[in-house]
């Protein structure tokens, strides 16, 4: 069987369920709904579906539209013990079923989500559960989780700092440091081999190294690979990243009052194709920012792809995507922690790191690395979070398929976060929770410095002025006298820190 893409709408008195059907056979069609239960057939299609909210009752009805009458009509009907009839489209090949509520005015809650709504075996995967090995004893941590209110309002501004203590208890316990969705997943890359592993990210062995670790050694790796002469060529020769910055964005058309407009019929044939049925525990309120945290960085790298390449994917787009994502390429789990970490990014929340560490990435891995632009795709970023969760899972649905058919072992990367993305996003989050993550990040932008990112860019900048002046703006001359000035410049930095210092002692 066949499981028809499918769109879901409302009024006051009925949910309408809208099957893309080419092939039905309306002759075999039959039908049943009651209570929260919802189940469609005709050869070679089948949808069950578990409704948000309760329906009338319907009998079961066979059809007795013949399909070879299609040439001489615009649309039939056919007939059902509700009010309305069904509407088969001959046209646009839809059938349109009305299902009288049993409420009237009840609201339906996130139809676009039409994932979710799939009824099927749940994939109860162990390791997102925690296994009660004795049943007779309580188990207050567990019952703490579970009853946790997971609609919380968040306040982006207060941090809670990571029990790095009690995650390497939970660590040497497992055998490994977790990683993956909500760090829910262990062993798998190393079960894969070394050489897959250095293929698909940048740390060479993530269930050995903690968190808090991965974390340094990806800030130094930054610092490592900055390149000052790329930056500076693209700060003077910028005529196509003026063009890059102006281009319209297509999320800017869409419309957060209409969510099903947002999707497409090929992004429901994803959710329904490629993605499984998966229920979450209710996540504590530290684990759910960092998801959300983790939806910024993962849609910086999305946008700035899209917008780097004229709003098309690229035979580079999966490299690209994850290279810039921290959470792709670093396992990084969005935490702030208690330790100093050396080569940090001045942080004042969270939220504000997670921009500053995209923004730094994207002055030293892609293609284009200028500071105006990598400002506009944060600006992306707010504009796709302020039109609402299901833009945020269109974005989502896109990369999934970007990973899937980029790169030999990239698919790996769908399994350890974007499918569970995807899935959570229908299920697990209040839109107007995102809002006022894009609300407080909007706030935060004006007030971005270069000096933030930890890069030298301002110095960079200011020597490269200077010897601009010096040279009459020979680019070729920039890079040896640029290189000369830092030394000096970084000699007499660590020369005063150190007298910094030896006055202290005193």
């Given at each position: 069987?066949?499981t028809?893409i499918?769109?879901l709408t409302?009024?006051?008195?009925?949910?309408y369920?809208t099957?893309?059907?080419?092939n039905?056979?309306?002759?075999?069609?039959?039908?049943?709904h009651?209570?929260?239960e919802?189940?469609?057939?005709?050869?070679p299609?089948?949808?069950?579906?578990?409704?948000?909210?309760?329906?009338?009752?319907s009998e079961?009805?066979?059809s007795?539209i013949d399909?070879d009458?299609e040439d001489?009509?615009s649309?039939?009907?056919?007939?059902?013990?509700?009010?309305?009839?069904?509407?088969f489209?001959?046209?646009n090949?839809?059938?349109?079923?009305p299902?009288?509520?049993?409420?009237s005015?009840?609201?339906?809650d996130?139809?676009?989500?039409?994932?979710?709504?799939?009824s099927g075996?749940k994939?109860?995967?162990?390791?997102?559960?925690?296994?009660?090995?004795?049943t007779?004893?309580?188990t207050p941590?567990?019952n703490?989780?579970l009853?946790n209110?997971?609609?919380?309002?968040?306040d982006?501004?207060?941090e809670?700092?990571y029990p790095q203590?009690?995650?390497?208890?939970?660590?040497?316990l497992?055998g490994?440091?977790?990683?993956g969705f909500a760090?829910?997943?262990?062993g798998?890359?190393?079960?894969?081999?070394?050489?897959?592993?250095h293929?698909?990210v940048?740390?060479e062995?993530?269930?050995?190294?903690?968190?808090?670790d991965?974390?340094r050694?990806?800030l130094?790796?930054?610092l490592?690979?900055?390149n000052?002469?790329?930056?500076?060529?693209?700060l003077?020769?910028r005529?196509?990243?003026d063009q890059l910055i102006?281009a319209?964005?297509?999320w800017?058309l869409?419309?957060r009052?209409k969510?099903?407009?947002?999707l497409?019929?090929?992004?429901?044939q994803r959710m329904?194709?490629r993605?499984?049925?998966?229920?979450?525990?209710?996540y504590?309120?530290d684990?759910?920012?960092a998801?959300m945290?983790?939806?910024?960085?993962?849609?910086?790298a999305?946008?700035?792809?899209l917008r780097t390449?004229?709003?098309?994917h690229?035979t580079?787009?999966g490299w690209?995507?994850?290279k810039?994502?921290s959470?792709?390429?670093?396992?990084?789990y969005?935490t702030p922690f208690e330790e100093i970490?050396e080569?940090?990014?001045?942080?004042?929340d969270?939220?504000t790191y997670v921009?500053l560490n995209c923004?730094r990435?994207s002055?030293?891995?892609p293609?284009?690395?200028n500071?105006d632009?990598?400002?506009?795709?944060?600006?992306?970023?707010?504009c796709i979070m302020?039109?609402?969760?299901?833009?945020?899972?269109?974005?989502f649905l896109?990369?999934?398929?970007l990973?899937?058919?980029?790169?030999d072992n990239?698919?790996?990367?769908?399994d350890?976060?974007?499918t569970?993305?995807c899935?959570?996003l229908q299920?697990s989050?209040?839109?107007?929770?995102?809002?006022t993550?894009?609300?407080h990040l909007?706030s935060?932008?004006?007030?971005l410095?270069?000096?933030d990112?930890?890069?030298?860019?301002k110095?960079t900048e200011q020597?490269?002025?200077m010897v601009r002046?010096?040279?009459?703006?020979?680019?070729?001359?920039?890079s040896?006298?640029l290189r000369?000035?830092?030394?000096?410049?970084?000699?007499?930095?660590?020369?005063k820190t150190n007298l910094?210092s030896d006055?202290?002692?005193?």
């Amino acid at each position: 069987m066949i499981t028809p893409i499918f769109r879901l709408t409302q009024d006051d008195d009925y949910l309408y369920v809208t099957l893309v059907s080419p092939n039905i056979h309306l002759s075999e069609a039959e039908l049943y709904h009651d209570e929260n239960e919802f189940i469609f057939h005709a050869n070679p299609y089948y949808l069950r579906l578990e409704l948000p909210a309760k329906v009338q009752a319907s009998e079961r009805i066979e059809s007795s539209i013949d399909n070879d009458d299609e040439d001489n009509k615009s649309s039939s009907s056919i007939l059902n013990n509700n009010e309305k009839r069904m509407q088969f489209d001959y046209k646009n090949k839809e059938l349109i079923i009305p299902v009288k509520k049993l409420i009237s005015g009840q609201h339906f809650d996130n139809l676009e989500m039409v994932g979710r709504f799939l009824s099927g075996p749940k994939t109860k995967a162990s390791r997102r559960l925690v296994e009660v090995l004795n049943t007779q004893t309580d188990t207050p941590i567990l019952n703490e989780l579970l009853d946790n209110d997971e609609d919380d309002d968040f306040d982006w501004n207060i941090e809670q700092k990571y029990p790095q203590q009690e995650a390497e208890t939970v660590a040497d316990l497992m055998g490994n440091n977790p990683y993956g969705f909500a760090n829910s997943q262990t062993g798998v890359l190393e079960r894969l081999g070394e050489q897959i592993t250095h293929e698909l990210v940048d740390i060479e062995r993530p269930g050995k190294t903690r968190n808090i670790d991965r974390r340094r050694m990806r800030l130094k790796h930054e610092l490592d690979h900055f390149n000052d002469e790329h930056y500076l060529a693209d700060l003077y020769e910028r005529d196509q990243i003026d063009q890059l910055i102006m281009a319209p964005a297509p999320w800017e058309l869409w419309d957060r009052t209409k969510p099903d407009t947002i999707l497409t019929d090929n992004d429901r044939q994803r959710m329904i194709d490629r993605l499984p049925k998966r229920d979450f525990v209710r996540y504590d309120t530290d684990t759910k920012k960092a998801l959300m945290l983790g939806v910024v960085d993962l849609l910086y790298a999305y946008a700035y792809d899209l917008r780097t390449n004229e709003f098309e994917h690229s035979t580079e787009s999966g490299w690209t995507v994850r290279k810039l994502s921290s959470t792709l390429s670093w396992f990084e789990y969005w935490t702030p922690f208690e330790e100093i970490i050396e080569n940090d990014l001045r942080q004042r929340d969270m939220a504000t790191y997670v921009i500053l560490n995209c923004i730094r990435r994207s002055l030293i891995y892609p293609l284009y690395r200028n500071w105006d632009l990598a400002i506009r795709v944060v600006q992306d970023v707010t504009c796709i979070m302020s039109k609402g969760r299901t833009a945020i899972l269109k974005c989502f649905l896109d990369l999934h398929q970007l990973l899937n058919e980029t790169g030999d072992n990239y698919y790996l990367l769908n399994d350890l976060y974007i499918t569970d993305y995807c899935c959570w996003l229908q299920q697990s989050t209040r839109t107007d929770q995102f809002d006022t993550l894009a609300e407080h990040l909007r706030s935060r932008l004006q007030r971005l410095d270069k000096d933030d990112v930890q890069l030298e860019l301002k110095l960079t900048e200011q020597v490269a002025e200077m010897v601009r002046n010096e040279t009459h703006g020979q680019m070729d001359a920039i890079s040896e006298k640029l290189r000369d000035k830092l030394v000096i410049e970084n000699v007499k930095r660590s020369t005063k820190t150190n007298l910094d210092s030896d006055d202290d002692s005193d």
